[in-house]
């Protein structure tokens, strides 16, 4: 079974069905799957409002519905739904009468490649918007949690804005001496502070914030009976009640000096003094918080020591030592104060340096490089020479987590295979990366000359009977380093590439060996194989099937030949011929990812599949009534034209008693099995 891309629910105002399947041909050529209703009146929409969808596309007029009624009526039920509404020409005043009454963008028909580049722009927008809410329903119930946890927090808590208590947690009061928050309320911070820091306290207040490495304050408290203590107060930007304002957590400070180098010893590497990776991991959490709030650049620079093994394996683990000390002497001169200096790792010290890009610090990070290269570093009376690799990554708006600009500056110090060089990440090299199809087609081709491809067995499980084993045939590809890479993608570039055919050979003999095999045990077992819409062009595969099925002595009606709607719908004139090609060789059809075309049974009027697995999109989320009743109309007209129903995608039990009840031929998903490197299902267990 395929990976379940996500579907897009698409309404088309449009009279004309040839123009509704040019629309969503569109979509399909685009590479986007997707679920289609057309709309043919008021009550239809009304009707269809009862569902959720994702897009309307409207044409200029329609006799049946009104554009405009149909917009109105979307807004009126505050349904998300982003419209396009298409318009005659460039008339400027039709553009702007259709945005006034609510559409998302209106442009000239016939504008293909304009409405599929719009369409993304909306849907990305529709997922945006839902991220959001989804987001605002569990930061609120975060913030109940978190307010439970402020109230009993063992530490003295506040919420400061503008200088004035407008929070304190039970543990905060008693630190003061007052018994209740009222009594803070109006009180300005500054007014619990000793006389003797208050200049101090008001001059940290207000430049905390760009003070880098800077967010602790030790000063005195006064209680409400006058008694004085020593507190270290750490400061925090935060909001509460949606207002932004300051946190402050207090504690009691000690004047223990065991406890001072505990506090050192947590965050200082041992050997070189210092910060160490865990503490250097939060500065950059800080770094990343002040670049997206407060639009702070900073700039990451990863420094790893060149062939530092081999120097350990030369000098010895307690020179070594030494050496990195000496290196971060060098470090700590070279950079300054301003700079947070950190051994991340053996060989690897880390730079963060605040409001600078990495372009910016180039020249002084080259400055480096020459100098350690050209150091001479005396360790006991012998000179030790050594060089760096530096990759460099920066922090600005966009920077999500930590981990992730530390990440791109550590693979940019990878590429440096020959050491003594400096990267600056690129983002333009990684988008080109993940969009590069040139390296997958290139593991493509080596797999289909080493036979490395993997073949996975997922098995589809009948609810009513058969006797037969049935298993759905999964090809994966491995990368360079073993892992997956994702089926979606390189089968796009395998497609792309005119690969497809071929893979797809491939898989059909590969596929046909293991399962002669396989029966040769007394399993009266099928496959299910998928055919490319390269496959249902090419006039060479039934001449070319039916040899490979006579070499190997199995019979023809043990395989299921799979074809994806969006393909057969594309291709209905060769994939009717090929077909009846299979039907006289013996061998089944099946139809994939049925029930997403505007009239998915016109297509089953010139295909004989006897097998009809639905979309993926039909099992998501079926606790909802809406799609239950959808999934089960769309069942029960297939039983009506006598075809054998597969649902894919069974995750879970609770979804079972409703397959059971619709009258669900087979079930297919990770509930039951998922893909397997063997045919090794207990199809018996299921009988009993």
């Not at 009104?66 to 509404?85: G, V």
């Not at 001059?203 to 800077?214: A, H, I």
């Not at 180098?261 to 210092?274: A, F, H, N, V």
């Not at 893909?675 to 267990?685: E, V």
Request: charged residues 25%.
């Amino acid at each position: 079974m395929a990976l379940q891309k996500k579907t897009i629910r698409l309404l088309i105002l449009e009279d004309s069905q040839n123009e509704a399947e040019r629309l969503v041909s569109l979509f399909r050529n685009a590479g986007q799957a997707t679920r289609v209703h057309r709309l043919t009146s008021s009550d239809d929409l009304a009707d269809a409002l009862q569902q959720t969808w994702d897009l309307l596309i409207s044409a200029p007029s329609s006799e049946n519905l009104e554009p405009s009624e149909a917009i109105s009526a979307i807004r009126r039920q505050s349904k998300d739904i982003p419209i396009i509404q298409l318009t005659e020409g460039h008339d400027a005043e039709a553009i702007t009468d259709a945005l006034q009454l609510g559409a998302q963008d209106a442009l000239p028909q016939g504008e293909d490649e304009w409405l599929i580049l719009v369409a993304n722009r909306e849907l990305a927008n529709l997922e945006e918007r839902r991220a959001r809410r989804s987001a605002e329903v569990a930061l609120r119930e975060a913030e109940k949690r978190c307010q439970l946890l402020l109230d009993s927090s063992v530490d003295a808590i506040a919420y400061v804005h503008d200088g004035m208590h407008i929070y304190a947690n039970r543990a905060y009061l008693e630190l003061f001496g007052y018994e209740d928050v009222e009594d803070l309320e109006g009180m300005p911070m500054i007014d619990l502070i000793e006389a003797c820091d208050q200049v101090n306290f008001k001059t940290f207040l207000k430049n905390y914030q760009t003070l880098e490495g800077s967010s602790e304050l030790t000063c005195g408290g006064v209680r409400a009976d006058g008694e004085s203590f020593k507190a270290r107060m750490h400061f925090s930007p935060a909001s509460y009640d949606g207002e932004p304002c300051i946190q402050v957590v207090i504690r009691a400070e000690s004047d223990s000096a065991e406890l001072q180098k505990l506090r050192e010893i947590s965050t200082q590497d041992p050997i070189t003094g210092l910060h160490n990776r865990n503490h250097f991991a939060e500065l950059v959490d800080a770094a990343v918080e002040r670049a997206v709030n407060a639009s702070q650049n900073a700039s990451l620079a990863y420094i790893r020591v060149d062939r530092f093994a081999g120097l350990q394996a030369e000098i010895g683990l307690s020179d070594a030592d030494r050496l990195l000390r000496q290196l971060a002497d060098l470090l700590r001169d070279h950079f300054g104060s301003s700079a947070q200096l950190a051994r991340f790792a053996d060989d690897v010290f880390t730079v963060l340096q605040p409001g600078v890009t990495p372009h910016q610090v180039e020249p002084d990070l080259k400055k480096l490089l020459s100098r350690v290269e050209g150091h001479l570093f005396d360790i006991d009376g012998r000179t030790v020479q050594t060089s760096l690799s530096i990759g460099v990554a920066g922090l600005d708006e966009k920077t999500a987590r930590a981990q992730d600009v530390i990440e791109r500056a550590h693979r940019c110090a990878d590429d440096l295979t020959d050491g003594n060089a400096l990267k600056l990440y690129n983002p333009a090299d990684e988008l080109a990366a993940a969009a590069n199809r040139g390296s997958i087609v290139a593991m493509l081709q080596q797999a289909l000359e080493t036979n490395s491809f993997r073949l996975l067995f997922q098995p589809i499980i009948s609810l009513r009977g058969d006797s037969h084993e049935h298993y759905e045939v999964l090809l994966r590809l491995l990368d360079p380093q073993g892992a997956e890479v994702p089926p979606a993608q390189f089968l796009s570039a395998a497609s792309d590439a005119g690969l497809a055919g071929k893979i797809d050979r491939w898989v059909i003999l590969n596929s046909i060996k293991l399962l002669a095999e396989h029966r040769t045990k007394g399993h009266s077992t099928r496959l299910f194989l998928h055919l490319s819409g390269a496959s249902l062009q090419d006039a060479g595969l039934l001449p070319w099937l039916g040899v490979v099925l006579k070499a190997a002595r199995l019979p023809a009606d043990a395989l299921v030949f799979e074809l994806n709607e969006p393909d057969a719908v594309a291709y209905l004139k060769p994939a009717k011929a090929l077909a009846e090609g299979l039907g006289e060789l013996g061998c089944h059809l099946a139809l994939s990812n049925f029930g997403c075309a505007l009239n998915p049974f016109n297509t089953l009027r010139h295909l004989n599949a006897e097998f009809i697995k639905v979309d993926g999109s039909y099992t998501q989320d079926l606790s909802r009534q809406e799609n239950q009743e959808a999934l089960k109309q769309l069942l029960a007209e297939l039983h009506e034209h006598k075809r054998q129903s597969i649902v894919p995608f069974v995750e879970s039990a609770t979804v079972l008693a409703t397959l059971w009840q619709a009258g669900v031929s087979y079930i297919q998903g990770h509930y039951l099995q998922g893909p397997s490197q063997s045919m090794d299902y207990n199809f018996s267990s299921d009988e009993e």
